[in-house]
């Protein structure tokens, strides 16, 4: 069974930082594609960050340029998430998911983690 799990979130106040990771179980990460995306409270989930199964290509939405950072290390089979500068907007679930393919657009997502939590609040 594959499984995407997501670890790192938290409560923190504006401007700090945190990091998410994103593993997995029942398969191996790095044949994938991964997305970050998040919901926050009564609004659709939307995407935040991209990163090809190679690591050679990312994309951020327009909301995290400059403040978020995926990568990828495939020796330890994990992706993360720096986020810095936050904000309270930033507040959400935070889902990582996975594509068998080098790289995949924001609707191309098939495999979910269950979410971690995001809290910036003073």
């Known amino acids: 069974q594959l499984q995407l799990v997501e670890s790192g979130g938290g409560l923190v106040q504006p401007g700090g930082s945190l990091r998410l990771s994103c593993t997995a179980s029942g398969f191996t990460l790095d044949y994938y594609a991964i997305g970050w995306f998040r919901q926050a409270p009564g609004k659709r989930r939307e995407g935040v960050a991209l990163?090809?199964?190679?690591?050679?290509?990312?994309m951020h939405a327009d909301s995290v340029k400059g403040r978020f950072t995926i990568f990828r290390d495939n020796a330890k089979k994990l992706v993360s998430l720096q986020m810095n500068s936050l904000k309270p907007g930033d507040t959400g679930v935070y889902y990582c998911?996975?594509?068998?393919?080098?790289?995949?657009?924001?609707?191309?997502?098939?495999?979910w983690g269950q979410g971690t939590q995001v809290t910036v609040s003073s």
């Open positions: 990163i090809s199964r190679s690591g050679g290509r990312t």
């Open positions: 998911a996975a594509a068998p393919v080098e790289f995949a657009h924001w609707e191309e997502y098939e495999y």
